[in-house]
């Protein structure tokens, strides 16, 4: 077994070990996924009622990785999806002020009024 098969076979077997048990409207199954593509990469996917999925970002693990620093990739996989989907949801005035998917480039060509 190569040094990536072993890693991902730890990750997937550590994963099974984690819960994350929060409702969110909307969604009908949350799960954590790796994926190997020579490298190990975990990733939040998420299930609609419709069958739909949304995927948060990929997650790189290390093969050097401790058993820990797994499990606190996982998580912060899942604050980073939770933050994702709060940012667009959160509005002021009925306008998305948080938005996950502001350009960066535009942020520059047009930077907001100082107050």
């Known amino acids: 077994m190569s040094t990536y098969e072993a890693l991902s076979t ?3 077997e550590l994963l099974r070990e984690t819960k994350f048990d929060l409702q ?3 969604i009908y199954d949350l799960r ?3 994926l190997d593509h020579s490298n190990t990469w975990i990733q939040v996917r998420a299930i ?4 739909a999925a949304q995927n948060g970002r990929m997650w790189y693990v290390s093969p050097f990785a401790c058993d820990s620093e797994i499990v606190m990739t996982a998580f912060n996989a899942w604050l ?3 933050e994702h ?3 667009e ?9 948080a938005s996950p998917r ?3 480039a535009d942020l520059a060509a047009n930077p907001p009024a100082r107050a």
């Open 80 to 82: 980073a999806y939770l």
């Open 32 to 34: 954590m996924v790796v």
């Open 24 to 26: 969110i409207q909307g």
């Open 85 to 87: 989907e709060a940012r």
């Open 89 to 97: 949801a959160f509005t002021f005035r009925d306008t998305q002020v």
């Open 48 to 51: 609609d009622e419709d069958g």
């Open 102 to 104: 502001w350009d960066v």
């Open 10 to 12: 730890r990750v997937t």
